[in-house]
């Protein structure tokens, strides 16, 4: 998967969901933290963003997984960047799905 291409489309849809919510929406660069730099960006959101990602790249992401975040008990908020690398490291290690 390209991470280019990823980026592109997450930060497309990071900008829709804020401009869908009647919130500001900063520019958004690899730097930006979804989860700390956009306005009510929450568990609530997040999957929202997740799942729109996953059928824009026509892929697969698990719904236990927050993409924009760490795992464990010490959680850290990730860059779109950062999200951008945990994409494509699901979209790698993905079972190719045969056709039927």
């Not at 790249?57 to 010490?74: H, K, Q, W």
Request: charge should be negative; glycine fraction near 8%.
């Amino acid at each position: 998967m390209d991470a280019g291409h990823v980026r592109k489309e997450l930060i497309a849809i990071l900008g829709q969901i804020q401009v869908m919510s009647g919130l500001a929406c900063p520019v958004l660069t690899g730097a930006t933290v979804p989860i700390t730099d956009l306005d009510k960006f929450n568990s609530k959101i997040w999957p929202v963003a997740t799942g729109m990602l996953a059928a824009t790249l026509g892929m697969e992401i698990p719904n236990n997984v927050n993409i924009f975040s760490t795992r464990g008990a010490c959680r850290t908020a990730l860059s779109i960047d950062q999200t951008v690398a945990e994409v494509c490291r699901i979209a790698a290690s993905a079972t190719p799905v045969a056709a039927e």
